[in-house]
Nanobody, 118 residues
């Protein structure tokens, strides 16, 4: 199986920056998508950003221009650089991995809390 380990969450003032990291291990296949989702209290989990192994990216409108996703296929790692943080960004952030070949697999990280507050 695939395991994901996240780090980098914490407390930050509005306007500040944080970088989240996620390391994948296990039975990783070369064609896959990794990314970040978040869940605020009382809200459904929502997409933040994803990036495929081929380099295709997808961002939520609410973070576009502020957040940047990057990955290193050789290291099986993905990062989320978060700039100009807003209180609305406060949530638990989850790393995500999925592939659909040879069979479908989706894995979630344990979650890391990002708290943006004065």
């Amino acid at each position: 199986q695939v395991q994901l380990v996240e780090s980098g969450g914490g407390l930050m003032q509005p306007g500040g920056s944080l970088r989240l990291s996620c390391a994948a291990s296990g039975s990783i296949f070369s064609v896959n998508t990794m990314g970040w989702y978040r869940q605020a209290p009382g809200k459904e989990r929502e997409l933040v950003a994803t990036k495929s192994s081929g380099g295709y990216t997808n961002y939520a409108d609410s973070v576009k221009g502020r957040f940047t996703i990057s990955r290193d296929n050789a290291k099986n790692m993905v990062w989320l650089q978060m700039n100009s943080l807003k209180p609305e960004d406060t949530a638990v952030y989850y790393c995500n991995y999925w592939h659909n070949s040879p069979t479908y697999l989706e894995v979630w990280g344990q979650g890391t809390l990002v708290n943006v507050s004065s």
